[in-house]
Structures are given as C-alpha cells and as structure tokens.
C-alpha cells in the first residue's frame, strides 16, 4: 500500500513537470499553429538564470523572478526571429527547424557559461519530506502538480472572461477573419508565445530545486512535453495536464514493477498506441479546416 | 578501361599511404599529447589532467628535458565522443608525431581508442577512465597502459570495503545505465562472488532521471544494509533525496563518479557518503602534497583544494608524465616500441603510489600501474570530501 501511494506520489510530481511544459505547447499552439521545439530550453534558462543570479548575490526571490522575466523576453524574441518569419505561408515548417536550432544554440551557450555540473538552487520546499500513509515526498514536489492545476484553471478563466484571452481564441480559429475584426494577430501570438514562455521559466524555476539546474535539464523534459501535449490533445489544456500526470504516475509504476529500462520503452510503446487509437489525442478536438 | 584507370589510381594512392605513414613512424618528437573533454559536461577531467601533466613537465623541462631537449605537451577536445577520441589519436601519433598520449575522462572514447593505438603502435596511458577491457583488451603487443583505477579492482576494493562495513553482507549495487556502469556490474558480480556472496538487488537508472524512488524501494525491500553506487554526482544527489523521501537511510559506498559536487547537490545528505579515489588535496597535506599543491596555486590561480573538482586526474597525470619521461630516458630514443619495452622497467616514487616497476610485462593485468593498495577513500562531510581517516567516520570504524 505504502508503495503504491510512494508511486503515485512520486509519479505526480513527474507528471506535474510533463503537464507544465505541456501546457506551454498547447498555448503557442493554440495562437499560432506552431510551437517552440526548444520550449524545454526555456525552463532551462529560467532555473539557470536564477541560480546565477543567486551566485551574483542577488536575493533568491528576486533571481527567481527574473529569471522567469528573462524566459518571458526569451520566447517573444524568439517567435519575433525564429517562427514569425517561417509561418508566412500556411504549410511552412521552417519554424521546426530555427527553433531546435535555437534550442541547441542556447544549450551550448547555457554549457560553456554555466559550466557542465548541475548545481542546486536553495528552497523550504526541499528541507525536508513529508510523509502521506507511509510514503515519502516532498513539500516543493506536491507543488508542482497543484501549480499546473492552477495553471491550467486560470488559462480557462482567461480564455472566458477577458479580451486578450478572447482574442487569442480568435486568432487561433481563424487568423484572417481574426484580423478583420481588428484584431492585431502578430500582437497576439507574441503575447501568447511571453506567456508560454513565463510559464516555462516559471516551472523551470519551479522544479529546480528537485531536479538540479543543468544546461542539459531540458532537452528530455522539452520531448517527454511535447509527447505528453500530442497524447493530451495538443488543442485541449485539461487534456495536457490530465494525461501529463497519468504519463507521469505510468512511469513510476513501469519503474517499479517492472524495470527501469523499460521506462521509455513502455512509455513511448504507449504514445503510438494512443496516437492509433486517438489520431488527435485523447481530449483533441478535431479541428475543422474550410477549404 | 574505367576499372584499369580505378585500379592503378587506388594502388598510386596506397603507395603514396604507404609513404606517409613510414615517413610518420619515422622520428618521434619530445612531446607528449592527450585527448580528453575539455569541453561539456566533463571539461573539468580534461582541465585536471591538463594542470597535472604541464606542472610535471615544468619540472622534467626545468632540470634539461628528455634526452636533452624540452618535452610539450598538446591537448585535443574530444568532448567525451569516441570518434572524435580515435581522431586526436590519430593526429597525436601520425601528425604531433608525440612519444606518447595521455588518455582522458570517458571510458568509452578509451575503448573507442584501444584499436587506432595498437595499430599505429604509440604508447597509450591512460590517467582517468577505468573501464577494465579498455586497457585488458587482449591485444599483444598491448600498447595501452594505465595509471588511474580500474573497475575491475575497484569492484573489488569496494566489494571488501562494504562488507567490512556491512553487518548482514546484503549489498545493493546501484548503477547508471551507461557504458561505464553497465561495464562495472560484472566486475562488481565477480568480486562479490569471489568471495561466496552474491548482490541482493542490482538497479540501474538513467541520466537525469529525477526520482529513484522504485529501485530505492526495490533494494531497500531485498533486504539490503549497504548500497555500493555507481553514479555521478547529479544522479547520486537523486538517489540520496529518494532515500530521504522512503525514510531509508544505508550506509553508501561509490566509484568516483560522485567525487564532484555532490556535496554541494545534496547538502547534509551527503554527510557520510564514502568514496574512492586515487588521490585527494583536501584535508592535511603532507610536504610533498603541499608542495605539488603550491605549485598549482601558483600557475593557476586556485585558491582552494575544493576548485579541483578531479584531484585524482591532476595526480595520476603528473605520475604518468614522469613514468613517460623516464621510460624514454631509459631507452635512450623517442621510438614508441623502445619506449613501450622501457615503460616495463621504470622505478618511481609518485604522487599517488610507489611504482615498482611502473607495469609488468608478464601479467596482462599489471598495464595498470595503480595497484588497489593505493586507492584510498574519502568521505563527504559538510559539503566537502575529505580523507576518511581524517574525519569521525573514518575514526567510529
């Protein structure tokens, strides 16, 4: 029992990390029909910027933050530079290509600055664990499943109630017609890619003290996201983070019960398995296209 | 006519091959080259091995060179990639036309580099990696040498250390799903069974895995007193948090690959981690350490024996810079064959161990000059990794 609850415990938290990083492909996606490949980067740079703020004497709460600023300023640059010219045309997928690039650009920048060894940075989250029946788990590891739960909460609260959010869901139904109704779609879909790009500095910021900050933290983190927001229903935010969670909660129980080499396998075995079955995830809408 | 053309220009272009490379094993020159990481993740084993060598040949130059002339030292990147290894190699042996080259941190370039070594014929030492099959490959004439540990006695060593410290003799072996801890679970199987134990879990993991709670669980559940890890510091830093989270708290023993910050990773969970290692700065410091240590705070402006994050590297560089030096003394000629049957025969008081000889011809085993003898441990406390002997862990054995 004890074991099963460690599990899921466990697998939660994981999970929490795939749901967040999956939740910012779903917003750059929803506004513009491309995504940043190097969104796990982006976590990267905001947990590698707090940590050197830190080493710079700045106090933690204020390195946090700008850090998580620094990833916002990141992902409006780069959908300035790397997507916006290569989605022109409605079939392009330059925008692939530019952003992994910019992806392993940054990573080997993060590399020869930061230095190959992962570092930690400080939190009360990690002090020490909290037990529930039995098992084990710490404070700033329950935060993360919650922090995607409320993540994904206010995105809906937004996409309802307010104008940018209306927008945003205009943009992504039908940019021209979007724009015909005087809205400025390039403003929007920059606003959408700073805001995907908040959140993942923020969760990079978030995990760090669980996970260590490294300039390599993200590339796994960024594909195992990516899978989870295909098998989610790229198009569906509680889609993203119910099946980021369960993706999670599934490894642990792999881990556990059968190997962990069989890990990705299973993991992965399952990705296309969903994919056959569901051809546009498991909560995706399918998306109607006029010709 | 297309084939008679193909042909005679493949033998033009063997002949003009054939040329070069006995042009190129022709003369030797006083230099001694390295390939290793000096960049990514593991820059830092390049650096150490880097500060070693140059501080030795400082010293050799400084009283005349070999054979009357300087020895240089020429270091390549190859950023842990076996190809880029066998390519340094290469260009060490055939265009550096060096007397000798210094291995680097990866275990996998070493074995990646074992074949271009024996069949060019130049004088490999290794100063780092420990892959066993690296080194024991089987080849006659062997030309790959090492001084550094091996995971064959380092199984071994840590095999006899766990038990004396375990009080069911139920180990768990915790191991990274790489080469290098993939390589070193039959040699820690074949030592536990040396002496009539078998391991009661054996769980791997992979990079940058970020929870082991399941292995934790699994090991703990076998019933297991002792935990011998084969880790690097990021992933050792998982292992002890899922540790803490289960509420199991073993006694852990690991290979050095947890030797750089793990301290600083895991903070008071680190407290009491034993680790292997050929050679330390830290703690007290003997005359002969103080002094090689005052050297290196000099030429590179290390404040403190912390900033090393390899110690052992900088050490067993140095030591194999002089076992070098005096094998080419001793056969009287930069001639890698000559040199190679004079590395048999070389005497020398190092830094990390007394070599005498350096290597033995007979037993395919001693190309490995370090003997188990000289492995030391060190363990992690407050932070810092110090000598066992010179902390209370070491005292409440």
Same mark, same amino acid.
């Given at each position: ?291 | 006519?297309?084939?008679?053309? #193909?042909? &005679?220009? +493949?033998?033009?272009?063997?002949? /003009?091959?054939? =040329?070069?490379?006995?042009? @190129? ?69 055939l265009s550096d036309k060096c007397v000798a080259i210094l291995g680097g941190y990866h275990s996998t370039v070493a074995v990646a580099q074992a ?28 030309? #790959?040498? &090492?001084? +550094?540990?091996?995971?064959?006695? /380092?199984?071994? =060593?840590?095999?006899?250390? @766990? ?118 700065? #830290? ?41 070098i030096a005096k094998a080419i003394e001793k056969a009287g000629s930069y001639d ?62």
């Amino acid at each position: 029992m004890t074991t099963t609850i460690q599990y899921i415990l466990s697998g939660l938290a994981i999970g929490g990390i795939y749901a967040l990083v999956a939740l910012g492909f779903h917003i750059m996606w929803s506004a513009a029909r491309a995504v940043n490949f190097a969104h796990g980067d982006t976590l990267m740079l905001g947990a590698v910027l707090a940590v050197v703020g830190v080493d710079a004497e700045i106090p933690l709460p204020i390195a946090c933050l700008l850090g998580i600023i620094a990833g916002a300023v990141f992902g409006v640059l780069l959908e300035r530079f790397a997507i916006r010219p290569f989605t022109a045309t409605s079939n392009s997928i330059g925008w692939m290509l530019t952003t992994i690039a910019v992806g392993v650009m940054i990573e080997s920048l993060a590399t020869l600055q930061f230095g190959g060894f992962s570092r930690p940075l400080a939190s009360p989250g990690v002090k020490s664990a909290v037990h529930i029946l039995g098992a084990g788990v710490y404070p700033q590891e329950l935060a993360i499943p919650v922090f995607a739960l409320l993540v994904m909460f206010g995105l809906k609260l937004m996409q309802r109630h307010t104008l940018v959010g209306r927008a945003m869901q205009a943009v992504a139904h039908d940019k021209r017609a979007a724009a015909l109704m005087g809205i400025n779609v390039n403003r929007i879909v920059a606003f959408s890619f700073a805001l995907a790009s908040l959140l993942g500095a923020a969760a990079g910021v978030l995990v760090a003290p669980v996970i260590q900050v490294s300039a390599s933290m993200g590339a796994l983190l960024g594909l195992k996201g990516f899978a989870v927001a295909i098998i989610g229903g790229i198009t569906s935010a509680p889609g993203v983070v119910i099946s980021g969670l369960c993706f999670g909660i599934m490894e642990k129980f792999v881990e556990g019960y059968i190997s962990t080499a069989a890990r990705e396998i299973i993991g992965f075995s399952v990705m296309i398995l969903v994919l056959l079955a569901f051809p546009h995830g498991l909560f995706g809408k399918r998306e109607v296209l006029k010709v | 006519m297309f084939l008679q053309t #193909m042909v &005679r220009s +493949s033998v033009a272009v063997a002949a /003009v091959l054939g =040329f070069f490379s006995t042009a @190129a094993h022709a003369e030797q020159e006083p230099c001694i080259g390295n390939s290793a990481a000096t960049t990514g993740p593991a820059a830092f084993g390049g650096q150490s091995i880097k500060m070693g060598a140059e501080i030795a040949i400082d010293e050799i130059n400084a009283k005349g060179g070999v054979l009357g002339k300087p020895l240089r030292f020429v270091q390549y990147d190859d950023a842990g990639a076996p190809p880029r290894g066998v390519d340094n190699t290469r260009r060490v042996a055939l265009s550096d036309k060096c007397v000798a080259i210094l291995g680097g941190y990866h275990s996998t370039v070493a074995v990646a580099q074992a074949e271009p070594v024996n069949e060019i014929g130049i004088p490999y030492v290794g100063v780092l990696a420990a892959n066993t099959k690296a080194i024991e490959n089987g080849k006659t004439p062997n030309f #790959m040498f &090492r001084v +550094s540990a091996k995971d064959k006695w /380092v199984a071994r =060593f840590l095999v006899e250390q @766990a038990l004396k410290s375990s009080k069911t003799g139920k180990i768990a072996f915790l191991y990274e799903n790489t080469g290098w801890g993939n390589g070193a679970l039959p040699d820690v199987k074949d030592a536990m069974s040396k002496v009539g134990k078998e391991l009661v879990a054996a769980e791997t993991f992979n990079w940058a895995d970020q929870d082991m709670t399941p292995q934790i669980i699994r090991a703990r559940d076998a019933g297991a007193d002792l935990v011998l890890l084969w880790a690097l510091d990021r992933e050792g830093n998982q292992i002890l948090r899922s540790m803490d989270k289960v509420g199991w708290k073993p006694p852990i023993i690991g290979a050095w690959g947890i030797a750089g910050n793990l301290g600083e990773l895991a903070g008071p969970l680190a407290n009491g981690v034993e680790v292997i290692q050929t050679y330390t700065f #830290m703690g007290s410091m003997d005359p002969k350490k103080q002094a090689f240590w005052d050297k290196l705070k000099a030429k590179y402006g290390i404040k403190d024996p912390s900033e090393i994050k390899m110690g052992s590297g900088v050490a067993n560089a140095y030591d194999a810079v002089y076992i070098i030096a005096k094998a080419i003394e001793k056969a009287g000629s930069y001639d890698w064959a000559k040199v190679r049957e004079a590395l048999y025969t070389v005497n020398y008081d190092g830094l990390v161990a007394s070599y005498e000889p350096a290597f033995d011809a007979k037993d395919p085993e001693r190309q490995d000059a370090i003997l188990p003898k000289y492995y030391k441990l060190t363990v992690w406390t407050d932070g810092k990794l110090l000598p066992l002997e010179q902390t209370s862990y070491g005292k409440s054995n």
